[in-house]
């Protein structure tokens, strides 16, 4: 009698732990047998001891976000050990909705603290039921802001996006996501991009904050060309004294337009279509520059190659031609007189 009765001790000493917080029913209990306190009821114990000395699974219960927020989803997890798998899993949310499976994802309708409470039954029947309290808050959504800088973009221009003005009335943003129109996603509160060709860009802007509430802005950003610039003379050669018609076209960029001649020789123009003289023989080196209202530039150079212009002969005020003509026909002229000399000779 004494050794029997030490066994039946022992037995309650080794169950007793296992229904402090987790409470396991038998295999024919529901989760309707469930409690929310840690206090002792009838039946729990209605499955044999071989149950409760068989290690009954164990469970953990967690949730994302940490401070979730009325009419957004709440992701529900929970981890089990013990017990024999497989397991199924019955939630109750605390609000009038059950659920099942792992993990469960619920909204929330308004805010409020939930008693949220999963079943776990294994296999075998074994039933363990583990809760927690949800605190969820009645949220207000974070705004986004977006400047970027330059105000004006232009292709092949480095173009700063800044969210550092987004805020959250009731909590902190925690993330930012950019979709800047082309290649992949960045993060950060600010991101820097460069676009290589013009055309309008569809940017967007998510924030989160620390309720899981994201909230996107789009916006369009234009790119405009970039400022180019075709210069060309009427000649890139010549005899000195030669004048030269230079002219040019801007496009792009932000208009009005300045311009800036360099001739190679000292000499400048603010003309986009001057003329000019080059008087001595060498190459010249001319470049223009263009200037937009925003103060981007762009240049060409181009090369002017000057000769001398060859000495023209002039006898008597007669000029070189007329010497040319004129020495023809002196060459005609003695002509027969050369044929007299010779025949004179051989005489």
């Known amino acids: 009698m004494i050794g029997r009765a030490l066994t039946i001790i022992v037995i309650c000493l080794a169950i007793i732990p296992l229904v402090q917080h987790n409470k396991i029913l038998s295999p024919h209990s529901s ?26 699974p164990t469970a953990a219960l967690t949730f994302s976000p ?42 929330f309708a308004s805010g409020g603290s939930y008693n949220v409470t999963v079943a776990i039954r294994d296999s075998t029947g074994a039933i363990i039921r583990t809760y927690k309290i949800i605190n969820v808050k009645y949220d207000v959504p974070p705004i986004p802001q977006i400047t970027w ?119 400048t123009s603010a003309r986009p279509n001057p003329v000019h003289n080059y008087t001595i023989p060498r190459v010249y080196r001319a470049e223009v520059t263009v200037t937009d209202s925003l103060g981007h530039t762009a240049s060409q150079v181009l090369n002017i190659t000057v000769s001398a212009r060859p000495v023209e002969l002039s006898f008597l005020g007669l000029s070189e031609t007329t010497l040319k003509i004129g020495g023809v026909l002196t060459a005609m002229s003695a002509f027969p007189l050369m044929i007299f000399m010779i025949v004179r000779r051989r005489k």
């Open 31 to 56: 989760p309707a047998d469930f409690t929310t306190g840690n206090e002792w009821q009838p039946g729990m114990l209605t499955s044999s001891i071989f149950s409760a000395v068989a290690q009954p």
């Open 66 to 107: 940490s401070s979730p927020a009325a009419g957004y989803p709440v992701t529900l997890n929970t981890t089990s050990s013990g017990g024999t798998a497989p397991y199924t899993f019955a939630w109750t949310f605390g609000d009038g909705i059950n659920g099942t499976g792992n993990p469960a994802i619920h909204t």
């Open 149 to 267: 800088t330059p105000a004006i973009v232009f292709a092949g221009e480095t173009v700063f996006f800044d969210s550092s003005t987004s805020s959250d009335p009731d909590g902190i943003i925690v993330a930012h996501v950019w979709q800047l129109g082309e290649g992949a996603p960045q993060t950060g509160i600010g991101v820097l991009h460069t676009y290589s060709s013009p055309g309008v860009y569809q940017v967007s802007l998510s924030v989160t904050d620390d309720s899981g509430v994201t909230v996107v802005k789009p916006v369009a950003v234009w790119v405009h060309p970039a400022l180019a610039l075709t210069a060309s003379s009427n000649a890139t050669q010549g005899l000195t004294p030669v004048g030269l018609s230079f002219s040019t076209q801007a496009s792009g960029g932000q208009s009005p337009y300045t311009f800036s001649w360099d001739f190679g020789d000292g000499l």
